[in-house]
């Protein structure tokens, strides 16, 4: 599916291609936003919280990856928490010092290659399956699938929005 600046004119019956669409939607809006964005504002903060653009992106790519792959599939993932300090999973987020646009191209490629791998989890497998234990998730139940395609949603549609503002600082670019 073509994903413009406009949300997806998908109407499946199948919940996991709206969803799946979806999520190609928002990894498209966070790639457009990030778009023209030079090292030093890509390494700026521009809020109170003090994360970056480049570090918002790292935690995206890393956090997409940690629902689907480590935890859906129980797959070994190297540095699952690696957007963390430290990859404490309660560390702040964090790039090397020197991250500017050719590490945010290589995170962007990552993001799209990460969501290849989440359509076709959600294309091969029911929505109502349960996570492998073993990753991410070590107790049962671990969730459904269809709980941590919405939980990584709405992930997506919050930091787009938290993008959104950082480029009407930045250069007075607005969101929808």
């Known amino acids: 599916m073509a994903v413009g600046g ?22 498209a809006s966070v790639e457009g936003k990030l778009a023209g964005l030079d090292d030093a504002a890509l390494r700026t ?11 918002l992106l790292a935690h995206l790519v890393h956090m997409e990856q940690r629902w689907f792959v480590w935890g859906f599939l129980a797959e070994d993932v190297e540095a699952p928490w690696g957007d963390h300090a430290g990859g404490a999973d309660e560390g702040p987020w964090a790039v090397p010092a ?10 962007i490629h990552r993001l799209h290659e990460i969501g290849r791998r989440t359509t076709e989890i959600l294309g091969s497998t029911p929505l109502e399956t349960r996570g492998r234990l073993g990753g991410r998730f070590t107790e049962e139940p671990a969730p459904r699938l269809a709980w941590i395609g919405f939980h990584v949603l709405q ?11 950082v480029r009407e600082l930045e250069d007075g670019a607005r969101g929808e």
């Open 6 to 27: 406009r949300e997806p004119r998908l109407d499946s019956p199948d919940a996991a291609v709206q969803l799946a669409a979806y999520l190609d939607y928002y990894r």
């Open 45 to 55: 903060s521009r809020l109170p919280s003090g994360w970056t653009p480049i570090e």
């Open 98 to 107: 020197d991250a500017g646009r050719a590490h945010a191209d290589a995170l």
């Open 155 to 165: 992930e997506y549609a919050r930091h787009a929005g938290h993008l959104d503002i």
